[in-house]
């Protein structure tokens, strides 16, 4: 089945300590998303790309990095984590317009202790 | 700035009966709304939409109407299921492709 796969479920990492969180797609999608979700709030949108080209939202924080090597992958690193960084990490995709609405993968729980 | 909002964080509904979840949003350039529904450690899964040429969109059991002078939207499952016990994302989109979520709303069908 045609999917948006995130790795790993579960992530912990030290503070301070760079982390890479994956995405994958089976979709042939041309848009894959990041958004970052704390507990009880609504997913906000960290960055997309739209085929190669990177779009960072204004209020992203400088510690937040994305890679995008091939339509299939896509990486969110996090230089320097934070214990406000612990979050629900979602990755989505799209066929460019919204109309087609997105496909999510599972999420990635991310703890820093 | 929370452009999208969903001020009831959650709901509980007896089965058989209507669930209505309400949704308002604040940027008049929002085009395009959808509904997404997340089951526990699972990712949010598209559930309906509509387009701002319309007011009603009907899929079997869901029902989602728009108030554009409101800027409101609502969601009407008709009758509610055990299996509709869900978190469920109000979803707005702007330039043609990115969404704004609102916070959820916790859905429980009592048997």
């Known amino acids: 089945d045609a999917m948006v796969i995130q790795n790993p479920r579960y992530q912990v990492t030290q503070f301070g300590k760079p982390v890479t969180l994956s995405c994958s797609q089976t979709?042939?999608?041309?848009?894959m998303y990041w958004y970052q979700q704390k507990s009880s709030q609504a997913p906000k949108l960290l960055f997309h790309y739209y085929d190669k080209d990177f779009n960072n939202e204004a209020d992203t924080p400088d510690n937040f990095q994305s890679r995008r090597p091939n339509t299939s992958f896509c990486f969110l690193d996090i230089r320097s984590p934070g214990l406000g960084d612990a979050a629900m990490y979602l990755c989505?995709?799209?066929?460019?317009?919204?109309?087609?609405?997105?496909?999510f993968g599972s999420g990635t729980r991310l703890t820093v202790v | 700035d929370q452009q999208v909002k969903q001020n009831s964080p959650s709901l509980s509904v007896q089965e058989g009966r209507i669930s209505i979840l309400n949704c308002d949003y604040t940027?008049?350039?929002?085009?395009?709304f959808l509904w997404y529904k997340k089951y526990p450690a699972e990712g949010p899964t598209f559930l309906i939409s509509?387009?701002?040429?319309?007011d009603k969109n009907e899929d079997g059991r869901f029902t989602v109407f728009l108030n554009k002078s409101a800027k409101h939207l609502s969601l009407h499952i008709v009758p509610s299921q055990p299996g509709d016990s869900a978190v469920y994302f109000c979803a707005a989109s702007r330039e043609g492709y990115k969404l704004s979520f609102g916070a959820g709303t916790t859905v429980t069908v009592r048997a």
């Open positions: 989505a995709t799209s066929r460019g317009g919204a109309n087609y609405g997105y496909t």
């Open positions: 979709l042939n999608h041309n848009v």
């Open positions: 940027n008049s350039m929002f085009d395009y």
């Open positions: 509509i387009s701002s040429i319309k």
